[in-house]
Structure formats: structure tokens, C-alpha cells
């Protein structure tokens, strides 16, 4: 699409976008307001678009290839997707090792201490990391640099992927920092609902582990992340997109020669069973003495990626609390007062993940946050949404879509997804139609699926001497204090 076409499209949906920043604005609930004006001319068009597509390969270890290219700049970025390293494959009693084997690649390889490699890296002008974040089924490595030198960082980032040795020094550090972040992390009201929220909706599923502990950290050894990465970073799982200044046939036949001795094995990924939504409302409390404010997140498993309900979902939770111009944020923030903000999300990966919202509400307020959340909930489910509104919020969904297309590392990642879930070639082609597609009638289908107030998963984070009478109106309560432990009802 060239840029004079995509500047047409851009100011004819700029009126029905709301961009993220503002989302992230703190202005006081008695200055803001959002107005809907409706003066700003919206084409009625829909957008057509046909995104390039990757060229891919299959390397003889089993790699998948995908390469975009893109000469407008002489920059290069690529990530490995490696499916079956995340941690929803560890063992129950080494949470964050899959992350812990993905911090390390950096810190030695067989040739190279920590130091060298950071030393090459910034001569290079290359950015080499790793990550696996918990609820993942993938360990993701991600590389960038200019296209001058790409064989110099191209085998760097190859010696960290395939060579690391994990010493026990780097180890012994990263550790001490780990600790760290964990104390921090539980000083967090917002991880606190999340880590409780979780274990609520997944149950025995590993996706309700969010944070590694204390235990867990002293339990991973060396020789775990020797045989984590030995037995998990196998190429027949893994996708290698590729976008930039490069030649499809030239870098293919890199990589054949740089990756030969990355070896095929025998692992297929297999997820465990998936997390079925709780039958019965329950509320959790997390203890914070002295708080000032109340973290709730509300909830229950959805869908997973593929399941044909995505996109009506993806509407209608951009209605229920997508955004500043959402329903919760006009209700709680705009009209009550009670918050700088609340939202919904839904995470839709290769198992089922929930749908939620929520917020920080002044403690005061907790009892009346509560009761709007669930009279948001009922309406979306008991009334057809008005044409006008389901039209502005299909818009923005498909304004923004439009502006990522100007990004190469967006149109990568949707290509690598395309094929990660196995969507036909124009599967992205045909989004923004599939988006404006969506009726009144089909969110109503799915807020009464998927948005239930009846096995609502309720967490609210704060201090329980002022709020636990008001919670206990909404369903059976648990209490957790600041560190995961049941403390009462």
C-alpha cells in the first residue's frame, strides 16, 4: 500500500481513533471529558487491502523461514519463535526456568563471555534479547542491526541461540536480581490481582503461574538450563521471521550454512488440556493494610486464538472497555469519578485465555465500582448495541489495523501468526471486512457467552478490613495476603 493511498484512508478513520496513549493519560475524573462530536467526515468504504506476503522456506533441520523484504531502509530485524521452550512446559517446581534459559543466551557462550558479546553487539550496532514470558508456550529471541554488517550480528546472535553455557557466576546474578524484582513485584497491587486472577481462571492449567518464586529460583541449576535449552530449542518447532533490507534467496542460503549444526529432534509441542471456565462465581481477596485504593480485575476463560468468535469478541470488548471512549471508562472514570481509568482485554493464544476488566477504584468507591462493572456487563448482554456506536468502534479497530500496516516488524508478526495458527494467505487481507462485518446481534452472541455475571471470577486487591463487607455481597470469599497465602474467608 504507498503512502499517499494509506494517508487517504488515515484521515478519512483518524475521527474513530482512539490512540493508546491517551489510554495511558492520569488527567483528574473532574477535568476530563470525552465528547463525542461526530463532526468529522468517516468514509463508509471499507478498507481493502493485500498485505506482501513472506516469501518461506523449510531449512533441512526443520527451521521455518519467513522473509519480508523491505529496502526502504538499511535495517534488518528478525525473531525466532521457538514453540515448546515457554514456560507452560516447566516443571511445577521450576517456575521460570524457561525464562531464566532465555535471560542467560546472553551471558556466555563457548567462545564468548557476557562482556565480549555486549562489547560486539554495541560495535555492531546489533540488539540481541531474549525472553518467555510466563503463560507462553514459546521462547521468542529477537535481533535487529543494519544490513552492512548482518553477517557479523547475524553470527553473534546465532552463537547466543545455539552456543550459551549458561556459567554459574552470570547465573548466581541473575538470581540475586530475580529476587529483586520479586519483592518489588508483590509491592505491585496490579500483580497481586493478576497472580490471583490467574490461579482463579486456570486452575491446574500452568498458565496460572505468573511469577517464579524464591524456592523455584534457588532450585534452577546450570545443568537444568543446559538440558532445558538442549531438549527444547529444537528448529522443527521453530519460525524465524526475517524483515528488512535482505534478499529472500541469499539470506535462506545463510541460514542453511550458519544454522547446520542446530540439529532436528523428536520434541513435538503438546499443550496441556485446557482451562475450562469456572462454573461459579467467586471472590479473592489480597490483603494490602492501609491501602488507599481497591485493584479489582473481573472474569472467566474465553477463547482461544482460532475459535471463530475472535473478532466479534475483539468488538465487542472494544465497546465494553477497550478504550477511553469505551463504556467502562465513560461509566466509572467519565459519569462516578471512581478511577483515572478501567478497561477489558481478552488473551486468545493456542489454549483458551480469559476475558477481563478492570481497574484501580478509590477505596471508598469499591462497592459502587463493583455494581457499575456488572450493569456494563448486563447491558452489553441484554441490549443491542446502537448502530452508531458498533459502526465508530469497528472503524477504530480497522484505523488502527491500517496504521500498523505502515510498521515492517507489524506486518512480520502478523505473518508469523498467520502461520503459527495455520490462517489462509489472506487471512489479513480480509480483517478489515471480517471486522466491519460484525452485527449487533453477533456481540450480543458472544457477550452472553463469554461476559457472565453468574461465574464471574471477582479479585480485588486492597485493604480487606474496609472492604470485605462489601465484596462478600457478591459471591463466596477467600482471603490471600501479599504473598500468596490463604489467610481466611
Same mark, same amino acid.
Given at each position: 500500500?504507498?503512502?499517499?493511498?494509506?494517508?487517504?484512508?488515515?484521515?478519512?478513520?483518524?475521527?474513530?481513533?482512539?490512540?493508546?496513549?491517551?489510554?495511558?493519560?492520569?488527567?483528574?475524573?473532574?477535568?476530563?471529558?470525552?465528547?463525542?462530536?461526530?463532526?468529522?467526515?468517516?468514509?463508509?468504504?471499507?478498507?481493502?487491502?493485500?498485505?506482501?506476503? $513472506?516469501?518461506?522456506?523449510?531449512?533441512?533441520?526443520?527451521?521455518?523461514?519467513?522473509?519480508?523484504?523491505?529496502?526502504?531502509?538499511?535495517?534488518?530485524?528478525?525473531?525466532?519463535?521457538?514453540?515448546?521452550?515457554?514456560?507452560?512446559?516447566?516443571?511445577?517446581?521450576?517456575?521460570?526456568?524457561?525464562?531464566?534459559?532465555?535471560?542467560?543466551?546472553?551471558?556466555?557462550?563457548?567462545?564468548?563471555?557476557?562482556?565480549?558479546?555486549?562489547?560486539?553487539?554495541?560495535?555492531?550496532?546489533?540488539?540481541?534479547?531474549?525472553?518467555?514470558?510466563?503463560?507462553?508456550?514459546?521462547?521468542?529471541?529477537?535481533?535487529?542491526?543494519?544490513?552492512?554488517?548482518?553477517?557479523?550480528?547475524?553470527?553473534?546472535?546465532? &552463537?547466543?541461540?545455539?552456543?550459551?553455557?549458561?556459567?554459574?557466576?552470570?547465573?548466581?546474578?541473575?538470581?540475586?536480581?530475580?529476587? $529483586?524484582?520479586?519483592?518489588?513485584?508483590?509491592?505491585?497491587?496490579?500483580?497481586?490481582?493478576?497472580?490471583?486472577?490467574?490461579?482463579?481462571?486456570?486452575?491446574?492449567?500452568?498458565?496460572?503461574?505468573?511469577?517464579?518464586?524464591?524456592?523455584?529460583? &534457588?532450585?534452577?541449576?546450570?545443568?537444568?538450563?543446559?538440558?532445558?535449552?538442549?531438549?527444547?530449542?529444537?528448529?522443527?518447532?521453530?519460525?524465524?521471521?526475517?524483515?528488512?533490507?535482505?534478499? $529472500?534467496?541469499?539470506?535462506?542460503?545463510?541460514?542453511?550454512?550458519?544454522?547446520?549444526?542446530?540439529?532436528?529432534?523428536?520434541?513435538?509441542?503438546?499443550?496441556?488440556?485446557?482451562?475450562?471456565?469456572?462454573?461459579?462465581?467467586?471472590?479473592?481477596?489480597?490483603?494490602?493494610?492501609?491501602?488507599?485504593?481497591?485493584?479489582?480485575?473481573?472474569?472467566?476463560?474465553?477463547?482461544?486464538?482460532?475459535?471463530?468468535?475472535?473478532?466479534?469478541?475483539?468488538?465487542?470488548?472494544?465497546?465494553?472497555?477497550?478504550?477511553?471512549?469505551?463504556?467502562?471508562?465513560?461509566?466509572?472514570?467519565?459519569?462516578?469519578?471512581?478511577?483515572?481509568?478501567?478497561?477489558?482485554?481478552?488473551?486468545?493464544?493456542?489454549?483458551?485465555?480469559?476475558?477481563?476488566?478492570?481497574?484501580?477504584?478509590?477505596?471508598?468507591?469499591?462497592?459502587?465500582?463493583?455494581?457499575?462493572?456488572?450493569?456494563?456487563?448486563?447491558?452489553?448482554?441484554?441490549?443491542?448495541?446502537?448502530?452508531?456506536?458498533?459502526?465508530?468502534?469497528?472503524?477504530?479497530?480497522?484505523?488502527?489495523?491500517?496504521?500498523?500496516?505502515?510498521?515492517?516488524?507489524?506486518?512480520?508478526?502478523?505473518?508469523?501468526?498467520?502461520?503459527?495458527?495455520?490462517?489462509?494467505?489472506?487471512?489479513?487481507?480480509?480483517?478489515?471486512?471480517?471486522?466491519?462485518?460484525?452485527?449487533?446481534?453477533?456481540?450480543?452472541?458472544? $457477550?452472553?457467552?463469554?461476559?457472565?455475571?453468574?461465574?464471574?471470577?471477582?479479585?480485588?486487591?486492597?485493604?480487606?478490613?474496609?472492604?470485605?463487607?462489601?465484596?462478600?455481597?457478591?459471591?463466596?470469599?477467600?482471603?490471600? &495476603?501479599?504473598?500468596?497465602?490463604?489467610?481466611?474467608?
Amino acid at each position: 500500500m504507498n503512502s499517499g493511498k494509506f494517508f487517504l484512508i488515515f484521515l478519512t478513520l483518524m475521527a474513530a481513533v482512539v490512540g493508546p496513549a491517551s489510554a495511558q493519560e492520569s488527567h483528574s475524573a473532574d477535568t476530563s471529558k470525552v465528547e463525542r462530536k461526530n463532526r468529522a467526515p468517516v468514509s463508509k468504504d471499507v478498507l481493502k487491502v493485500t498485505l506482501p506476503r $513472506a516469501t518461506e522456506a523449510t531449512l533441512s533441520n526443520g527451521l521455518t523461514v519467513l522473509v519480508m523484504e523491505n529496502h526502504r531502509l538499511p535495517m534488518i530485524s528478525l525473531q525466532y519463535n521457538i514453540s515448546g521452550a515457554g514456560p507452560i512446559f516447566e516443571p511445577s517446581n521450576t517456575a521460570g526456568l524457561a525464562n531464566i534459559t532465555a535471560q542467560m543466551l546472553r551471558e556466555g557462550t563457548k567462545t564468548k563471555t557476557s562482556v565480549q558479546i555486549a562489547e560486539q553487539a554495541a560495535q555492531l550496532g546489533a540488539e540481541i534479547s531474549a525472553s518467555a514470558g510466563f503463560g507462553s508456550s514459546s521462547t521468542i529471541v529477537n535481533a535487529s542491526g543494519l544490513s552492512d554488517n548482518l553477517d557479523q550480528w547475524l553470527a553473534l546472535t546465532n &552463537d547466543v541461540l545455539l552456543n550459551p553455557t549458561f556459567p554459574a557466576d552470570e547465573l548466581s546474578r541473575l538470581k540475586q536480581r530475580l529476587k $529483586a524484582q520479586l519483592r518489588q513485584q508483590r509491592a505491585n497491587p496490579n500483580f497481586l490481582s493478576n497472580e490471583r486472577f490467574s490461579r482463579a481462571v486456570y486452575g491446574a492449567h500452568p498458565a496460572a503461574v505468573v511469577a517464579a518464586t524464591n524456592e523455584s529460583i &534457588d532450585a534452577i541449576t546450570s545443568e537444568m538450563l543446559t538440558k532445558w535449552h538442549q531438549d527444547r530449542y529444537a528448529p522443527q518447532n521453530a519460525i524465524l521471521g526475517i524483515t528488512g533490507d535482505v534478499k $529472500a534467496a541469499e539470506i535462506v542460503q545463510k541460514l542453511e550454512k550458519a544454522l547446520a549444526a542446530w540439529k532436528k529432534t523428536d520434541l513435538k509441542e503438546v499443550l496441556p488440556p485446557n482451562a475450562r471456565a469456572a462454573a461459579s462465581k467467586k471472590v479473592l481477596l489480597v490483603d494490602r493494610p492501609g491501602s488507599v485504593q481497591t485493584t479489582v480485575v473481573l472474569g472467566n476463560i474465553a477463547i482461544d486464538r482460532r475459535d471463530p468468535d475472535y473478532i466479534a469478541l475483539t468488538v465487542a470488548n472494544h465497546i465494553l472497555g477497550g478504550g477511553p471512549a469505551a463504556r467502562l471508562f465513560l461509566n466509572l472514570r467519565e459519569e462516578k469519578g471512581y478511577t483515572y481509568g478501567v478497561y477489558s482485554s481478552f488473551t486468545a493464544l493456542k489454549y483458551p485465555g480469559p476475558w477481563r476488566a478492570g481497574g484501580d477504584v478509590r477505596t471508598e468507591v469499591t462497592e459502587g465500582a463493583i455494581t457499575e462493572f456488572l450493569k456494563e456487563f448486563q447491558r452489553i448482554r441484554d441490549e443491542k448495541v446502537p448502530a452508531s456506536e458498533l459502526e465508530e468502534a469497528k472503524r477504530a479497530i480497522v484505523a488502527g489495523f491500517a496504521l500498523s500496516l505502515e510498521r515492517p516488524t507489524e506486518l512480520l508478526g502478523y505473518a508469523i501468526v498467520r502461520k503459527i495458527y495455520g490462517f489462509p494467505p489472506d487471512y489479513w487481507d480480509t480483517y478489515p471486512s471480517q471486522v466491519m462485518a460484525v452485527t449487533a446481534d453477533d456481540i450480543q452472541r458472544v $457477550a452472553r457467552k463469554y461476559i457472565n455475571p453468574d461465574n464471574l471470577q471477582v479479585v480485588a486487591v486492597g485493604d480487606v478490613s474496609k472492604i470485605k463487607g462489601t465484596m462478600e455481597k457478591y459471591g463466596p470469599v477467600e482471603i490471600y &495476603d501479599a504473598e500468596g497465602k490463604r489467610i481466611g474467608n
